[in-house]
T-cell receptor, first 112, second 111 residues
């Protein structure tokens, strides 16, 4: 079945460091891919998405490219801030957005 | 502003009691979902509903029940049959070909 695997955390970085959170997926057909962010005590917020191979999603300095050949959707940011500290979830949906599958989440801690 | 409202934010119950979590949306979304989140784990799907008066079991439906009598409402009942009900519960909604939109969750503690 469809699934998402993302790197375990926590990831601890200093402010202005480069961030990569790895995400790989298994899916039948042509899924859409997402990154969500969760701040403490809150629900998940959509950070970015990509709906087809080679698409690049971007938002608030974060980027991820849909790589069909490596079944990956790694999240990157060139310079993290303390305010980026949160849990990040990689997710996929079936072709008609009918069902969604989430990774286990990666906690990011950014130190000043 | 449109959004999803989950209430209450914190809920405490004694073991053996049923409890209902509320989820209301004013986004006019057709589909609604309930997820369970445990520490260090991803989200697990409990139930989902694509249209009013219809719903399907997700991956961990045992010990839970739902109803979908109105488009904007999708309450979740955690029954006494759920063996480990303490968790963070998230409600979400979507329209066709769009990502999920989440509420802020209800943290349920059963002692």
């Amino acid at each position: 079945g469809d699934s998402v695997t993302q790197m375990e955390g926590p990831v601890t970085l200093s402010e202005e460091a480069f961030l990569t959170i790895n995400c790989t997926y298994t899916a039948t057909g042509y899924p859409s891919l997402f990154w969500y962010v969760q701040y403490p005590g809150e629900g998940l917020q959509l950070l970015l998405k990509a709906t087809k191979a080679d698409d690049k999603g971007s938002n608030k300095g974060f980027e991820a490219t849909y790589r069909k050949e490596t079944t990956s959707f790694h999240l990157e940011k060139g310079s993290v801030q303390v305010s980026d500290s949160a849990v990040y979830f990689c997710a996929l949906s079936s072709y008609n957005f009918n069902k969604f599958y989430f990774g286990s989440g990666t906690k990011l801690n950014v130190k000043p | 502003d449109g959004g999803i409202t989950q209430s209450p934010k914190y809920l405490f119950r004694k073991e053996g009691q049923n409890v209902t979590l509320s989820c209301e949306q004013n986004l006019n979304h057709d589909a609604m979902y309930w997820y369970r989140q445990d520490p260090g784990q991803g989200l697990r799907l409990i139930y989902y509903s694509q249209i009013v008066n219809d719903f399907q079991k997700g991956d961990i439906a045992e010990g839970y029940s739902v109803s979908r009598e109105k488009k904007e409402s999708f309450p979740l009942t955690v029954t006494s049959a759920q063996k480990n009900p303490t968790a963070f519960y998230l409600c979400a909604s979507s329209i066709f070909n769009s990502p999920l939109h989440f509420g802020n969750g209800t943290r349920l503690t059963v002692t």
